[in-house]
């Protein structure tokens, strides 16, 4: 069974800040994403990672890969408030004929001013 | 296009009614998910339907009923539930790439059907 573990689960951070949410999973796979959801919302894809050494940057949020070690990080640099959301990853695995995910259990993002 | 809509975004029901929960994509996707999200926890898959026909059923329970009535369209069924199902009930499509594309297995979430169960 696949398992996704994230941390932390809960960041507060000041704005202007550095820092990395680490996801970490169990057993093979070639497929990672980053998702964000804000409050009451739905979830807004951020990356897509398909391959070992995958490397992706939007804005102030940068995700990376590395299936060996099953670890895929997502930094974030400069923080600011807009930041502030619940990041989750999700991992693929099982079957073709549809993707299913299996999702952490979300690490919620506070930036403070 | 590149939305998923959800109706309705709210829905209060009894035990004993019986409603629907609709999901529509233009985007040409052939894989559409069923997703349940409770409080502060990630969603958990419920159902997949790939070209129209239903490829994983994630034991969930009779009285949640899926239904896929064509490729843009994704349904629910909703028949003597009880309130533990209060969730938010999210949909989602993705894309299937042929011709030599990688499958990015990417999905699409509409906004969501927040459902409570008196």
């Known amino acids: 069974e696949l398992k996704v573990e994230q941390n932390p689960l809960f960041l507060s951070m000041q704005e202007g800040k550095n820092y990395t949410i680490y996801c970490n999973y169990s057993?093979?796979?070639?497929?990672l994403y980053w998702y964000r959801q804000d409050p009451g919302k739905s979830l807004e894809s951020l990356f897509v990672?398909?391959?070992?050494?995958a490397v992706k940057q939007e804005g102030r949020l940068m995700a990376s890969l590395d299936t060996k070690a099953r670890l895929s990080t997502l930094h974030i640099t400069a923080a600011v408030h807009d930041l502030s959301a619940t990041y989750f990853c999700?991992?693929?695995?099982?079957?073709?004929?549809?993707?299913?995910?299996?999702f952490g259990e979300g690490t919620q993002l506070t930036v403070n001013p | 296009d590149t939305e998923v809509t959800q109706t309705p975004k709210h829905l209060v029901m009894g035990m004993t009614n019986k409603k629907s929960l609709k999901c529509e994509q233009h985007?040409?996707?052939?894989?559409m998910y069923w997703y349940k999200q409770k409080a502060k926890k990630p969603p958990e898959l419920m159902f997949v339907?790939?070209?129209?026909?239903?490829?994983i059923n994630e034991s969930v329970p009779s009285r949640f009923s899926p239904e896929c009535p064509n490729s843009s369209l994704l349904n629910l069924h909703l028949h003597a539930l009880q309130p533990e199902d209060s969730a938010l009930y999210l949909c989602?499509?993705?894309?299937?790439?042929?011709?030599?594309?990688?499958?990015?297995?990417?999905?699409?979430f509409g906004e969501g059907s927040r459902l409570t169960v008196l």
């Open positions: 990672l398909l391959s070992n050494g």
């Open positions: 999700a991992v693929a695995g099982g079957g073709t004929s549809g993707s299913r995910l299996t």
């Open positions: 339907y790939s070209y129209e026909k239903l490829s």
């Open positions: 057993t093979t796979s070639d497929r």
């Open positions: 989602a499509s993705s894309q299937r790439v042929t011709s030599g594309r990688r499958w990015t297995g990417e999905l699409f």
């Open positions: 985007m040409g996707h052939r894989a």
